[in-house]
């Protein structure tokens, strides 16, 4: 998992780009494996984004609405 630029338009491939951060104007970009995708945990973590955003994600690509040290937490058990 990478911390990115959000001047950085594409993810590379077998990545994902997420904005994670629960303050409403500033968000991290993190790319993430798509292997993440199958994590209960990482699931768990993107059913609050839909709770929160529905489809309507206000940076424009997947947002997750946690602290930065939760998501970094929860993704580090995964490697």
């Avoid at 959000?6 to 993430?32: H, I, W």
């Amino acid at each position: 998992m990478w911390s990115t630029s959000k001047n950085t338009v594409s993810a590379p491939k077998g990545f994902l780009a997420v904005y994670v951060g629960q303050d409403k104007v500033q968000k991290k970009r993190y790319l993430v494996p798509i292997s993440y995708l199958s994590q209960p945990s990482f699931q768990a973590l993107l059913g609050k984004s839909e709770e929160e955003f529905g489809f309507d994600h206000p940076m424009g690509g997947l947002t997750i609405p946690c602290r930065e040290d939760t998501f970094i937490n929860v993704t580090s058990r995964f490697q």
